[in-house]
């Protein structure tokens, strides 16, 4: 997961999107994730209609996260999982400039 969320926030169409993304120090990010706690998955139920997204949902879960961010349109369509609201990169951005 942290692999993918280093290579997503990369993509081209992202930064165009929110300039704000190319402008932040990768190293500050890596530091970020580095203290991310690690949470291993037993199983990963089906809770979306994508199943490439169910890690992502056990892992919020399992690791009692307080938001998932994402712009992927079958995630943010639940609005919210187990109580944890699924937010765009934008609204997330707009919390860390707070």
Known sequence: ???????????P??????????TRDPHAI???LAQA???ELDE????????KDDPFLATAVAGSV????SEDRDLLD???HHGIPIIT???????LDN
């Open 89 to 95: 990169a934008h609204q997330f951005l707009a919390m």
């Open 30 to 32: 890596l530091s970020w």
């Open 13 to 22: 169409e992202l930064v165009r999107k929110y300039r704000s993304v190319d």
């Open 44 to 51: 990963v139920p089906t809770a979306s209609r994508d199943p």
């Open 66 to 69: 307080d938001v998932l961010v």
């Open 1 to 11: 997961i942290v692999a993918e969320y280093l290579e997503v926030i990369r993509r």
């Open 78 to 80: 639940l609005e919210s």
């Open 37 to 39: 706690e690690v949470i």
